[in-house]
């Protein structure tokens, strides 16, 4: 299918003040790739201001034709205190270039990474750490887990990565599924890792079934 003639906008979400630090969504066109598609690769970086911060988004476009269509988006707090993107390009650019896919099939690989302080995870959640690690001993070392993947099924993820920095645990949340690139693709596949987090790492409550 190729893109549809219509006007389009896509929502990228809030993440400062979150426990999301960084999303990814990557997409692999399904049909034919759209006449007005560009003609080489490119990568376009651009930042947005969000509740008195900056967030950063790349988008890359590869193939021949191109067919992969790449969307990162970032907190500042992403980067750790090491460079910063240097944003080449506006936000109009940004949906201009994403706009030409509007409509598209695709099939996308989502990824969300959020991050929490290991004392503040409760036991009713899956991650194996702070009130919830798992300790044990070999001949006479101490050996503390610090990182696993986990497989879901009939859920709204499909995988969660986590690992144990200096007393901060990163979860990265990952999917992937059929989709339509329209302009709430990102946000709604957001809402999902947001429901999963809040469920299997904070323990709150039921996740919605995928």
Not at 151 to 167: E, M, Y
Request: aromatic fraction near 8%.
């Amino acid at each position: 299918m190729g893109a549809r003639s219509i006007s389009m906008a896509i929502q990228l979400p809030t993440l400062v003040g979150t426990n999301c630090l960084y999303v990814q969504a990557c997409s692999q066109l399904k049909g034919a790739t759209p006449a007005n598609a560009p003609s080489k690769p490119s990568t376009l970086i651009t930042r947005v201001r969000r509740e008195g911060n900056n967030q950063y988004v790349r988008l890359l476009q590869t193939g021949d034709p191109i067919s992969h269509i790449h969307v990162d988006l970032a907190q500042k707090t992403y980067f750790s205190g090491g460079a910063l993107p240097r944003p080449a390009h506006k936000a109009a650019d940004f949906q201009k270039a994403i706009a030409v896919f509007h409509g598209c099939e695709i099939d996308l690989y989502f990824r969300a990474m959020y991050v929490a302080p290991a004392a503040s995870l409760p036991v009713s959640g899956l991650i194996l750490a702070g009130k919830n690690r798992v300790l044990t001993k070999f001949e006479d070392a101490e050996i503390e887990l610090s990182g696993a993947q986990l497989k879901l099924t009939n859920a709204p993820v499909d995988a969660i990565d986590w690992q144990v920095v200096s007393d901060v645990v990163f979860v990265d949340l990952i999917f992937a599924s059929p989709a339509t690139l329209d302009d709430t693709y990102i946000t709604d596949s957001l809402e999902k890792t947001h429901a999963a987090f809040k469920t299997f790492v904070l323990g709150k409550g039921a996740a919605p079934r995928s």
